[in-house]
């Protein structure tokens, strides 16, 4: 399981990906850069999330999740190790 696989929301998870982000968001203390990159990241995934919406078909459900994982990944290049294991740490804590 990755670091950030609970971010993705879902039936069985409460919340969706940037609402558990902006969750955790305030511990992490990032940079001003680090929050604009942020945005644009998830300016782009729901961009890209409404696309794959809009054409449907039997592959929707699998360009989803790679447009998740592909923006989950973008988030934690952005942070250092520090806020990685914060994340992990409130991830943990929101299981709970």
């Not at 919340?15 to 968001?25: A, D, L, N």
């Not at 929050?35 to 794959?52: C, D, L, V, Y």
Request: no cysteine; proline share 1%.
């Amino acid at each position: 399981m990755g670091l950030l696989d609970n971010l993705t929301g879902g039936a069985d998870r409460k919340g969706g990906f940037r609402q558990i982000f902006e969750t955790i968001k305030p511990s992490l203390n990032l940079t001003d850069d680090q929050e604009q990159k942020i945005r644009e990241i998830f300016k782009n995934f729901r961009q890209e999330r409404a696309e794959i919406k809009e054409t449907g078909g039997d592959d929707m459900k699998d360009g989803l999740h790679e447009a998740r994982h592909e923006a989950k990944e973008q988030i934690l290049a952005l942070l250092n190790d520090d806020q990685k294991k914060i994340v992990q740490q409130k991830l943990r804590e929101l299981r709970n």
